[in-house]
């Protein structure tokens, strides 16, 4: 506060008349310790106060509120000496916290035995405030989810030493002098995903046992005229009541767990940041308590504002540099995106991890908590951008504080880590095409589209076969006759994966019956080479698969062999199933349009703004990750393959069970028998850099 005062010219500690050093130096230590009481004592009402205002505000508001406090310490100050107008208040407050914060976390981190006792303290007080059956008598599962992280990307960032602590887990981190390092603590298994590759069904599933009916991110649905969004609120709490309906069982978190961060309960009795609770008014919604529980302390507000503030500007830095450099493909990262990264990768990463780390000294039985920092940077800058790399260093650090934590926890820990989806890189389609997915139907329906897109050779080509299929002349003309027009369709985008309904026909519409109404919308769709192939029904052949050229397969017919999968053979042996399954669904869209997909290198065309992107078929987004303890009964036997988040599900429900000391209950869905999972790039045949081992590890907490 001294050489603060020293600095800034609207900041006084002394009487106008002057005071001697002695007198200045008292004020200083006057007004910092009413500044700390009173941070002690106020902050966090005021906190508890701003719960209503959303968590990006609070976390800007935090300035304005150290401010605040710092001018009501001064004014406690006898004889006027402590003044400061409210912009240098501000800029005091906030200084003044980080260096406490600063300071206070380097004589920790210095001092190891001072970290235990402080570690313990926090323990013993959590033990003595937790309720229900919290006992340390059987080891608690923390389930830690990455969202987004591929099974590639994490083996080539152990394999590049982006990430020493997964690496440790695995065996492959070198020892002093390069010498072995220790023994393999984990394993590692891919597992696949269902065709809808992202959050929302595959978290569904592995927290609530099934994601049946959520076909996409987001899809229309017809009974109710609604778009289903998996991150709105509202759409999250239906989701969930639907999955615990059909299951009959409240989640893979009942029984003394807590859900940290993610879009679905699970059945934990503690809650935070979960966004199906969210839409919830009045003390119900116990979502926004993490917050509180974080900001409360004003150093952990201070540190994370600031770390903020530098990742915008991070953000805002590298997005030039990639714009100056003409790096392709590349979208645009203004608005407000520089704000949502840095919330992402800061806020919501900092108060995640804070309640893990409460939930583990308070010794609570399962945790599953959901970092989604790599995810939203990968979307605008690559999986395997730099800008994605660094988030994987700074996620690792976070899991190596959770794991220094769990030691000092009152009960054992096995710590699990898992993936949701990958992502597959390429650039959008309208980047290479010059119109969106919605032009591309509207055009092939002989709907009017927007300029630009009908000066695309795509546009062009669509009316070209509109004309033809009408049997109408090829030259436009101003007086052309327009056909009658239904009601718009509504077209959806989830990643690579595209959704068409068509809203006046309360039923799913057939084959036959989108060929009547808009007899070249199927071919303009399949032939389009950025359009992998699409999912129709068909009233005389059911579920069927459309490709360039004619190409078309019956998914109940013989589809042994890359001629029998016809369109699906470059998305895997998997893929048939995948899809088979998303057309039983009562909400699937008149039309499922899957993306192009390179095989050589992994790229998809995203019908979203992401040059990173996941929600259908094809390369990594398909192939998360699973790594979990050696104490643990192994995911899949030998030769076994993990396929759908539902089979994820079993295996976390078994793993609960066993640490229970119950018999397991059987799997609910079946492991399917499968090759051995070979876990190399399909495109450089090189081993990983650590073996995955199978023999028992020793009773350890991680």
């Known amino acids: 506060m001294l050489v603060l005062a020293g600095i800034l010219p609207d900041f006084k500690l002394q009487s106008d008349n002057g005071d001697s050093s002695t007198r200045i130096a008292i004020t200083a230590a006057l007004g910092a310790g009413a500044f700390g009481l009173l941070s002690a004592l106020v902050w966090p009402l005021l906190v508890r106060a701003l719960l209503l205002v959303p968590a990006l505000v609070l976390g800007l508001l935090t300035f304005f509120l150290n401010g605040s406090v710092l001018l009501l310490a001064l004014r406690l100050i006898p004889d006027g000496r402590g003044d400061a107008n409210a912009e240098t208040a501000v800029v005091v407050a906030a200084v003044m916290s980080a260096v406490a914060s600063a300071t206070g976390g380097a004589l920790a981190v210095r001092d190891d035995d001072a970290y235990r006792r402080r570690l313990y303290r926090l323990a013993d007080r959590r033990r003595r405030r937790a309720e229900g059956p919290y006992g340390p008598s059987t080891p608690g599962l923390l389930f830690l989810q990455?969202?987004?992280?591929?099974?590639?990307?994490?083996?080539?960032a152990v394999r590049e030493g982006l990430m020493p602590t997964v690496a440790r887990w695995l065996g492959a981190a070198p020892g002093p002098g390069g010498a072995a390092g220790p023994a393999a603590t984990h394993r590692l298994v891919p597992w696949r995903t269902d065709w809808s590759s992202q959050t929302g069904a595959s978290q569904l599933a592995i927290l609530h046992g099934s994601n049946h009916d959520v076909p996409a991110f987001r899809?229309?649905?017809?009974?109710?005229?609604?778009?289903?969004?998996s991150n709105r609120p509202a759409s999250a709490a239906e989701l969930q009541r639907r999955a615990v309906a059909r299951t009959g069982d409240p989640g893979l978190l009942a029984d003394g767990g807590a859900s940290r961060g993610n879009l679905f309960g699970g059945g934990a009795d503690q809650l935070a940041l979960v966004l199906s609770v969210a839409a919830r008014r009045g003390r119900r919604n116990r979502?926004?308590?993490?917050?509180?529980?974080?900001?409360?302390?004003?150093?952990?507000?201070?540190?994370?504002?600031?770390?903020?503030?530098?990742?915008?500007?991070?953000?805002?830095?590298?997005?030039?540099?990639?714009?100056?450099?003409?790096?392709?493909?590349?979208?645009?990262?203004?608005?407000?995106?520089?704000?949502?990264r840095a919330f992402a990768t800061v806020v919501e990463r900092d108060v995640v991890v804070a309640a893990v780390i409460g939930d583990m000294l308070a010794g609570r039985a399962a945790v599953y908590a959901d970092l989604v920092a790599y995810d939203e940077v990968a979307h605008h800058s690559g999986p395997t951008s730099g800008d994605a790399r660094k988030v994987l260093r700074r996620l690792d650090r976070s899991l190596a504080l959770i794991e220094q934590v769990a030691d000092h926890a009152p009960r054992p820990y096995r710590i699990v880590l898992l993936s949701d989806h990958g992502q597959s890189p390429g650039e959008t389609f309208r980047a290479r095409y010059g119109l969106t997915l919605a032009d591309l139907v509207r055009a092939g329906s002989g709907l009017p589209v927007p300029r630009r897109a009908g000066r695309t050779h795509s546009g062009a080509?669509?009316?070209?076969?509109?004309?033809?299929?009408?049997?109408?002349?090829?030259?436009e003309g101003a007086g052309e006759?327009?056909?009658r027009r239904h009601a718009e369709p509504v077209v959806l985008a989830s990643g690579n994966l595209g959704l068409v309904s068509f809203p006046d026909v309360p039923h799913r519409m057939t084959r036959e019956e989108i060929d009547r109404r808009h007899p070249a919308l199927l071919t303009t769709l399949a032939n389009h080479p950025g359009i992998g192939f699409l999912l129709v029904r068909s009233a005389e052949?059911?579920?069927?698969?459309?490709?360039?050229?004619?190409?078309?397969?019956?998914?109940?017919?013989d589809l042994a062999g890359p001629e029998g999968l016809g369109p699906l053979a470059d998305f895997g042996p998997g893929a048939a199933d995948a899809v088979r399954r998303t057309d039983s669904f009562p909400h699937t869209a008149d039309i499922m349009v899957n993306s192009w997909y390179d095989p050589q290198d992994g790229e998809v065309l995203a019908f979203e703004e992401q040059i990173g992107s996941h929600g259908g078929l094809g390369g990594a987004q398909s192939l998360p990750f699973l790594l979990a303890?050696?104490?643990?009964?192994?995911?899949?036997?030998?030769?076994?393959?993990?396929?759908?988040?539902?089979?994820?599900?079993?295996v976390l429900r078994r793993w609960r069970e066993e640490e229970h000391g119950r018999a397991p209950a059987p799997a609910a869905a079946p492991v399917a028998p499968a090759a051995p999972v070979d876990i190399r790039r399909p495109d450089s045949g090189r081993p990983t850099a650590f073996t995955v081992a199978d023999h028992a590890a020793p009773d350890k907490t991680h």
């Not at 990455?146 to 080539?156: P, R, S, Y």
């Not at 080509?461 to 030259?475: G, T």
């Not at 698969?545 to 998914?555: C, D, K, N, S, T």
């Not at 303890?629 to 079993?650: F, I, R, T």
């Open 541 to 557: 052949h059911g579920a069927l698969v459309l490709g360039a050229r004619g190409a078309e397969i019956r998914l109940d017919g």
């Open 287 to 340: 979502s926004r308590a993490g917050y509180f529980a974080y900001f409360s302390d004003p150093a952990n507000a201070v540190r994370t504002a600031l770390s903020f503030v530098a990742e915008v500007g991070r953000e805002l830095a590298e997005s030039t540099r990639a714009r100056l450099r003409r790096r392709r493909p590349r979208v645009r990262r203004g608005g407000l995106y520089p704000l949502i």
């Open 461 to 475: 080509e669509a009316r070209s076969a509109v004309r033809a299929a009408l049997r109408r002349p090829v030259e």
């Open 219 to 229: 899809w229309y649905e017809k009974d109710t005229g609604e778009v289903m969004v």
């Open 481 to 483: 006759h327009h056909p």
């Open 629 to 650: 303890p050696l104490a643990l009964s192994p995911a899949v036997e030998d030769g076994g393959e993990l396929v759908g988040a539902e089979a994820v599900h079993a």
């Open 146 to 156: 990455l969202d987004g992280v591929g099974h590639e990307v994490l083996t080539d």
